[in-house]
């Protein structure tokens, strides 16, 4: 086939690019002298051994980080990124993971280190004839595994535009195998740039098999290879799965996938699907943890990877497959076990082929970052710009070791920092991103349906749920939602199931508002829109009112709605119950923005020195906001005698808002286990006469009046970060709950 | 108690307007001719014993309307109008009412008057007596009752403008026996403006006992009154109790209900509860039906009744109770029985009265209809404007027989003139109003919670459900609106479910748009806004599309949207599926607005007579609307080398729309029938894999390729109107699917 007609074809090009993607990363756990952890996989993260994202290679301490298969390169690492977040945070505040391929000391007795305590025996038995076969230490070398697919709409567009092949499927394989037996041949390249294990640490080897620095041992044949006996023929998938059942049948491997090519082709579960089936994709496997990325490789290798696969497509093959691959292998050696300063023997051919595959980019249109092939120059033209120079070059000014455990420290940092972030996605709504988090750590697999909307897809096993905005769900029913989106409505029906709601009217002109003067002046009441917004058109009378006043507040109200509400103004403090499935999950007290004197400082270095706290921050990304000195703080200070360089008595409480808004820099208070039982009660019952599962319901208590309460609003989209970080008090991780009220069986097989 | 200075109190006035309402009215049954009907109770109104709104009296043929309790007099109207449509929509096309108190001709025999044919034993048997005691005919005889109470918050006020009586509800009753005492008194006030029953039709009276004309036979002796002996005291709540208990024993009444005084004090289910609860609201018995009005009674005499009890409790009274009763029973026989165009013996008093009436709404600042004493001093000055008065001026002209038969064809034609509309309601939502007609012909008690928002309450005897726009209910999750409101979202789910949806792409800026030309540029596609907007910003490209036309299409749709969708165009004609519950309960075709020409009228004018048909109307208050000859239309025409004034040849469609839109002029064409199972399946089966159960979703069907469809849509509001009034093939009734999925128990009744 000539694939190079076939690449630049015109209706081939749209399609170039489109792929999918998945990752497999390993990282060893080791504690914050960067030692071997001695711990079980954490107990937070979800045992099940088949856990979509979180999993244990070889040993105990072995983490196997799983992305899904996306169908951008950007999804992919924001993935990647939050996986590593869940980890970091789930193995608890005494661990890191190892940045490096090569492990960190190893015990001396092999069988010191630790098989993973999985629950199946069969993935048991397999982990101890591997130990039986290769040795524990073999084990502990960590890599990245790319998964690349070609997208169907360029496997059909190809398949179009060419006519030896009438067989898809068939096609698509010979696709795959071409792009295969090349990338055996080539990899030698991708060993020069990205290869990144230079040196052993202590009793990998068992004897001091190795005593050169080089590019890298896991790619070399001191890294984890099968012996020399296993030869698997790439030349048709006929040829392919044949040679690999008789290997097995010849008990030169004791499974198919103990089949550690640099390359595994992919199909279905087994190897003998392959040949029904057809490759789906391929699993490129020589890539080393780049320990200069905090995720293991960088966007940019894995752009690299996939246009050096099309590259490798374009490219002519040898005539002779198995040589060919055969050759590869011996070429690939050679450069992994270069001196990581060293110009590799290969430099003109490898300067050949960035030049091919930068003009291939440029013919067929494709858009990829500006300064790849700059990177890629570089790192020929200087090996100590590879990452296997640059680990070295580093790690000569201290040891590798040091250097690790200092590298695997900042990435700890960096996931602790803001703990309430998930990283990959700290666009989106901040009680998402904990859902998320909780989610992946529970081992339910998350897809994003729509990343603006903030709409997910949760499924585990062959139970999905959809879920927006973090507690949006199938749970609640319809009706009771639009019950609580029309303050009229809902009012009406506490009061009508017995509740106490603040009696009131709603008005659709100025003139009715007006003509009820009477029905509220003399007692305390409150005028306002009927749709509020973060307290705009609010007008309170704690006294009552003149019939001026009254008139004004009406015509501000009218300003901000076609409808108002005048209603009676309830005394006492208000709290916010979070229920969820006929519980109380948590109560919530919020103070409006204040700061306490210290009789030193003034307020605006009190308010500046309370937003230092890592908890505030901007626009619902953080759990609380900054507050601000603008115009409403400065009418609030004015009103209380003071200004912003007043410097507040110690202990001195200073209120910079009259509303309690958390979005407007007010405090939140977790009250949950101070609230009597009484109330708790009504808020539930309250919230089931509404008809609805998870709601927060906003109940205002006269202080020291037993069973004197209101009940101001109840919300069905209500806001969980404020409950999990508070700003003072307990966490209640509102997220897990959602969770597990969705997926029971998760508790369920927890008790098992 | 001084009741005058009570009611002049400053904390009493503003609730003095404040009461609870309620009517029932009776009306027989007549064929067109104005014969009594002989059918029995119609068959589509739920037939159960205690229907809240409609139910059978004494007779099979005697129709009992009852409205709900209301908070206002409009509210009030509006039911008593609703239910009428109901009534008179379900006895179906050969029957009406008649609208005098006074039945019309009567058979010979007492017997062949049907008594109501009742479910309940205890019923049936008290009708059997009441037929014993008064015979047949006497139970004939209809009016209105108006059930009235004051307002919770005026009692409250005038008992706190008080310290006579320390006891609320004692306070209360009081409050109510004196108003009744009162108006047992001066209820020929009442007969005199009101009265409505001046002569009988034949066999009405067994002998010939009133030869005379006269103001009401129904109120004066003539009518349906107890025997001379039952004598009931008013002098106190206990007296009232007892004498009517004592009435019972010696057999005197059958039952306590069989007392027919004008005013019925009302607390509890039995006449005893009243001593424990106290009185909670009025009945007034003695009015009779308003023939000049639709509803048997208008606005303006509720007004009047309402001002007249808080005039009468403002009024002296004498001092002897049970004379002041007494005489006043005296006073109303002679009023009665006056000729309807006399004047009133008691003229001077009664205008004394209106003088004081209006004096009193002045000084109490009562906010009432401007010509309401303007028409009471007129009726007082010249009694042909009596309501008897015009009866019998009327009747002079052709017989009392021909009125009222033809006033019964009028409100006949007005319900059944646009028969989708519920009078009383037709500012809501043309579904929301088809669904209140049919909750109230199925017996279920409707609410509304909030009229502007279109939100119902249903209650079914325990078994309450919301309804917001006529669908929108409990039986869908929440998280599957949201699906649908998401048309990214909907797409991904129902493409993981295996189903066809058009392929495409979301973009938020037009460079990316471009950047995906050549994904699209070579087949028929589509440009839209994420969101849609009745087919703003779309452009179809039936050929696929230059680069140029492509720029400006996303542009255009990126001015309604700040996403845009960019969609394979799918070929073949769309229908509308109406699913609910995993059915399809109809498929609609929607035809662009067009005429059909008959080779000699004008475009123009053919749309005039297409307009005609009194389901076109505009603001979607009707199931079809006005077909429009704007811009739009004129450049459509000129497409196709019309004008408006071109005359169509005989049988040509010329179409006036490009899209199919009934909101702008199209046709709805029911294909229920017509649609194989197939396409029935997908619509089900996609609708399920969104996890709804009420939606209408549309899909593309490619004409005469089997299986060859698209999904386009889920709607989780979709329109039921215009599947229920079709512009071509028969209704399907939606609404009433829907009442039956939210009551199951309706149906399970009906088959027992």
Not at 562 to 570: A, G
């Amino acid at each position: 086939m000539d694939y190079k007609k076939m690449l630049v074809n015109d209706h081939v090009k749209p399609y170039l690019l489109k792929a999918r993607y998945g990752i497999e990363k390993e990282s060893k756990r080791v504690d914050l002298s960067g030692n071997l952890a001695k711990t079980d996989h954490p107990k937070s993260i979800s045992q099940q051994d088949d856990h979509p994202y979180i999993q244990r290679d070889f040993s105990e301490l072995q983490m196997e980080l799983i992305t899904p298969v996306t169908d951008t390169l950007n999804e992919l690492f924001d993935y990647l990124a939050a996986i590593h977040d869940v980890a970091y945070r789930s193995m608890g505040e005494n661990e890191m993971l190892w940045p490096l391929s090569m492990p960190p000391q190893l015990p001396e007795k092999d069988e010191d280190i630790v098989m993973a305590k999985l629950k199946s025996a069969e993935n048991v038995r397999y982990r101890q004839s591997l130990s039986n076969s290769y040795g524990r230490r073999k084990q502990m070398l960590c890599g990245v595994h790319f998964n690349f697919e070609f997208g169907d709409e360029l496997i059909q567009a190809l398949f179009n535009a060419q006519s030896e092949i009438k067989e898809y499927q068939h096609f698509k394989t010979e696709i795959y195998l071409k792009a295969t037996r090349n990338y055996l041949h080539y990899r030698w390249l991708v060993t020069y740039f990205y290869g990144a294990s230079p040196r052993s640490e202590k009793n990998f080897f068992e004897e001091n098999l190795l005593n050169e620095v080089v590019r890298s041992i896991r790619s070399s044949k001191y890294g984890y290879t099968n012996s020399k006996d296993v030869q698997v023929s790439y030349s048709s998938i006929q040829n392919y799965v044949s040679d690999l059942s008789s290997m097995v049948k010849r008990g030169l491997l004791s499974a198919e996938r103990e089949f550690y090519s640099p390359v595994r082709l992919r199909g279905g579960h087994h190897v003998s699907e392959l040949e029904d089936n057809g490759i789906r994709y391929i699993e490129l496997r020589n890539i080393d943890l780049n320990p200069f990325e905090t995720y293991g490789i960088s966007y940019e290798q894995a752009e690299f990877l996939h246009l050096f696969l099309i590259y490798l497509l374009w490219k002519d093959e040898g005539e002779n497959s198995d040589e060919w691959v055969k050759i590869g292998e011996c070429y690939n050696d050679i450069v992994a076990l270069e001196h990581p300063l060293e110009h590799t023997q290969f430099e003109k051919e490898a300067k050949k082929m960035i030049d091919e595959m930068k003009h291939l980019a440029t013919i067929l249109n494709l858009t990829i970052s500006d300064t790849l092939f700059v990177h890629l120059k570089e790192m020929l033209m200087d090996p100590s710009k590879t990452l296997a120079g640059r680990l070295f070059e580093e790690s000569e000014k201290c040891s590798q070791r040091q250097l690790a455990t200092s590298i695997a420290k900042e990435n700890y940092k960096k996931s602790w920092d803001k703990p309430y972030q998930l990283a990959g996605f700290t666009d989106m709504e901040l009680s998402t991103q904990i859902l998320m988090f909780d989610a992946i750590q529970q081992g339910i697999q998350v897809e994003i349906l729509d990343r603006q909307d903030q709409f997910l897809k949760l499924k585990l096993k062959e139970h999905v749920e959809y879920v927006k905005n973090g507690n949006m769900t199938s749970k609640d029913n319809y009706v009771s939602t639009l019950i609580m989106e029309n303050k009229t409505v809902t009012k009406k029906i506490l009061q009508q199931h017995g509740f106490r709601v603040p009696k009131g009217k709603e008005f659709q002109t100025i003139e009715q508002a007006l003509r009820s003067y009477d029905l509220f002046s003399s007692k305390p009441f409150v005028v306002k829109p009927k749709t509020t917004n973060y307290g705009l058109g609010i007008s309170i009378f704690k006294e009552g009112s003149n019939y001026e006043d009254y008139q004004k507040a009406i015509i501000l109200a009218f300003k901000e709605d076609s409808s108002i509400l005048v209603e009676e103004f309830l005394k006492g403090t208000e709290y916010r119950f979070f229920v969820l499935d006929d519980r109380v999950k948590a109560v919530l007290l919020r103070v409006p923005a204040n700061v306490k004197g210290d009789g030193k400082h003034t307020i605006e270095e009190l308010v500046m020195q309370k937003n230092r706290n890592p908890l505030r921050g901007r626009d619902h990304r953080t759990p609380l906001e900054i507050i601000q000195l603008g115009e409403l703080e400065n009418l609030m200070l004015k009103a209380q005698g003071y200004q912003v360089n007043s410097i507040p008595k110690m202990d001195e409480i200073i209120f910079l808002r009259e509303n309690s808004n958390i979005s407007t820099g007010g405090d939140s208070i977790n009250v949950t286990d101070l609230i009597p039982d009484d109330y708790k009660k009504i808020a539930v019952d309250a919230v089931a006469s509404l008809g609805a599962k998870i709601c927060g319901i906003d109940l205002i208590i006269e202080n020291g009046n037993k069973n004197a309460y209101g009940i101001i609003e109840a919300n069905f989209n209500p806001s969980m970060y404020m409950h999990i970080y508070p700003y003072k008090g307990e966490t209640r991780r509102l997220t897990m709950h959602i969770i597990h009220y969705l997926f029971p069986e998760l508790l369920h097989s927890q008790s098992n």
